[in-house]
């Protein structure tokens, strides 16, 4: 079975450039959610979804962050500007019902590094 | 959700059990503590759950304390694939409150 499917695994950019993280996640799975992790923080929960629809994004750091779900099998996080302090590998995860068993299941990450 | 204490590290001999610690004092009835584990460069990874009563499968057991305020996660056997950051989490089963907040876990290393 396909797991959660995160592209790119690795990018470089420069900063003030648009950057875009994007998941797909299992099917039939309906909540979705976006985690930063870097060194000092750790990993932090950025915003999650429930049948597409942002449920909390208190998480996201600022305004440059934006995340979409325009339907059941895709999510965007969009970074911009970007800038330097947001180098971090950003992890999708997708679960079943609401998440409301609390096993998430996790993609590979997205390695971003903001020169 | 109630917040958990771990210890920062902890080694283990290839072949023998794993048991690792979390204190969750704060924990109420209806939270449950779930076990994470984070292979280097790896997303999270389910490793098992309970509320009240001990859980196996075939990762882990799972033994929490009749109080509920502290949990071991035993893995009887551990291999060196095993080494990893291995997380505790409390967090109750409520529509709207999915999400799974991560502190620092326990950097479990194998010794062949």
């Known amino acids: 079975d396909a797991g959660v499917i995160q592209s790119p695994r690795h990018e470089v950019t420069e900063m003030g450039q648009e950057v875009t993280l994007r998941c797909k996640p299992i099917?039939?799975?309906?909540?979705l959610f976006w985690y930063r992790q870097t060194m000092m923080r750790g990993l932090e929960l950025l915003i999650y979804?429930?049948?597409?629809?942002?449920?909390?994004d208190s998480g996201m750091p600022e305004d440059r962050f934006s995340a979409k779900m325009p339907n059941a099998s895709f999510s965007t996080l969009k970074i911009q500007p970007s800038e330097p302090r947001d180098s971090a590998v950003y992890f999708c995860?997708?679960?079943?019902?609401?998440?409301?068993?609390?096993?998430?299941?996790f993609g590979e990450g997205s390695r971003l590094t903001v020169l | 959700d109630a917040k958990t204490t771990q210890p920062p590290s902890m080694d283990c001999a290839e072949g023998r059990a794993a048991n690792l610690p979390c204190n969750h004092s704060?924990?109420?009835?209806?939270?449950?503590v779930y076990w994470y584990r984070q292979i280097h460069s790896q997303g999270p990874q389910y490793i098992i759950h309970?509320?009240?009563n001990n859980e196996t499968n075939e990762m882990a057991s799972l033994i929490i304390t009749e109080d509920r305020k502290s949990s071991t996660l035993i893995l009887p056997h551990a291999t060196l694939r095993d080494t990893a950051v291995y997380y505790c989490?409390?967090?109750?089963?409520?529509?709207?409150?999915?999400?799974?907040?991560f502190g620092t876990g326990t950097r479990l290393t194998v010794i062949p």
């Open positions: 704060t924990i109420s009835g209806n939270e449950y």
């Open positions: 989490i409390v967090r109750g089963h409520q529509t709207g409150a999915n999400n799974l907040f």
């Open positions: 979804f429930n049948n597409n629809v942002p449920i909390d």
């Open positions: 309970g509320l009240k």
């Open positions: 099917s039939g799975h309906n909540s």
């Open positions: 995860a997708s679960s079943l019902a609401g998440g409301l068993t609390g096993e998430l299941f």
